[in-house]
């Protein structure tokens, strides 16, 4: 069982501080809660060292493409969206509107303006294997850049 950092909740962790949060957003799916979830949140748990890291004032927190596409203040939060466009509506929406990053042909793809201060992305991967190699390269490569633009966004470093 993955055990919430203590130091990243709100006194009410029901009602998170929406302008501290990074989100990550994985679909409302089978596939997508018995795949991709968990792999989702071990992406969160390498943003949150990050966080830490950099002393930065946010939050990591996730929840699925439904909740966050029908709420207008989730959507101007920092985001990686995780699974593919089959099962995670906002993948589907963003693959065309954000450039390539990273790609292994027919594998996986991350989706991350790195020259641009938006801190969106999108990690998908053809199957489990794929999707956990896609969050991994994502780590290795531009979460450290993500939490940082993130930071900005949320207020700066601690």
């Known amino acids: 069982m993955i055990e919430p950092h203590a130091e990243h909740l ?4 029901a009602r998170p501080d929406t302008d501290r949060l990074t989100l990550i957003v994985v679909g409302a799916h089978l596939r997508a809660e018995r795949v991709d979830r968990p792999i989702a949140y071990r992406l969160r748990e390498h943003l949150l060292r990050e966080v830490d890291a950099l002393e930065a004032d946010m939050d990591v927190m ?10 207008d203040a989730l959507r101007a939060r920092p985001t990686v969206s995780v699974g593919g466009p089959g099962v995670n509506a906002l993948s589907a929406f963003l693959i065309d509107k954000v450039p390539t990053a990273f790609a292994i042909d027919d594998v996986l793809s991350i989706h991350m303006d790195v020259e641009d201060a938006d ?6 991967g053809t199957s489990a294997g794929a999707l956990a190699s896609g ?4 780590c290795e490569r531009y979460a ?5 633009l993130a930071s900005a966004r949320s207020g700066g470093a601690g």
């Open 119 to 124: 801190p969106i992305a999108c990690v998908w």
């Open 10 to 13: 709100d006194a009410d962790p």
């Open 62 to 71: 996730l929840c699925t493409d439904v909740w966050y596409l029908n709420n």
């Open 144 to 148: 450290e850049r993500f939490v940082r």
């Open 135 to 138: 969050v991994d390269a994502f």
